[in-house]
């Protein structure tokens, strides 16, 4: 449990039995009353954002949690199937519980896990991804206003947009925070 005192930026909390990360906490003393805490704290497994104060006898579970490498394996119907890479075993996880990043997975990919004991709670992608191009549309010449754009589709099925040059079957890399165009590869 900790404290009032003990609340601050990036600590993770138990509420509610959801987990909460700390993204802002302002420590607030009175002339009159008790000191408090007002913060703004975001669901991982969703991303939600909450305000929340937090008043000295109240009880806050600090939640430690364990990041694992892991490989993403392969699909099957539901369920997504990574292998651990220190241990070689296989685990699998549920779309629901993976959310946007599904649009990020390939196989072979190395990513992070979080997990609260043997619940894993969130996924951590690498920053950029390389993906392949399946469908674009040819670019148009004459058509050469800067930052002009077209759609273009992914290997695993996510819509971005591309500068017109980029054509089919081409490796590009992607902000997975973003999910934007950066470079070819």
């Known amino acids: 449990?900790?404290?009032?005192?003990?609340?601050?930026?990036?600590?993770i909390i138990r509420l509610d039995e959801n987990i909460y990360t700390i993204t802002n906490c302002e420590h607030i003393k009175p002339g009159k009353g008790g000191a408090f805490a007002r913060?703004?704290?975001?669901?991982?497994?969703?991303?939600a954002v909450v305000e929340r104060t937090f008043r000295t006898?109240?009880?806050?579970e600090v939640v430690r949690l364990e990041d694992r490498e892991m490989q993403y394996m392969y699909t099957d119907g539901n369920l997504f199937y990574f292998m651990d890479s220190e241990v070689y075993e296989e685990f699998a996880m549920s779309s629901e519980?993976?959310?946007d990043?599904?649009?990020?997975?390939?196989?072979?990919?190395?990513?992070?896990?979080?997990?609260?004991?043997?619940t894993p709670v969130v996924i951590e992608l690498p920053t950029f991804v390389a993906l392949q191009i399946v469908e674009t549309e040819l670019g148009v010449r004459g058509d050469t206003v800067?930052?002009?754009?077209?759609p273009a589709t992914l290997e695993t099925g996510l819509v971005i947009q591309?500068?017109?040059?980029?054509?089919?079957?081409?490796?590009?890399?992607?902000?997975t925070r973003t999910?934007?165009?950066i470079e070819r590869v």
């Open 39 to 47: 913060t703004k704290i975001k669901r991982l497994t969703n991303g």
């Open 97 to 99: 519980l993976i959310g």
């Open 1 to 11: 449990m900790a404290s009032l005192n003990d609340l601050r930026n990036g600590l």
């Open 162 to 175: 591309v500068p017109l040059f980029v054509e089919n079957k081409i490796i590009v890399k992607i902000d």
């Open 179 to 181: 999910g934007e165009y």
């Open 57 to 60: 006898n109240d009880t806050i």
């Open 146 to 150: 800067s930052g002009s754009t077209k």
């Open 101 to 118: 990043a599904i649009s990020y997975l390939k196989e072979g990919l190395d990513i992070i896990i979080r997990f609260d004991g043997d």
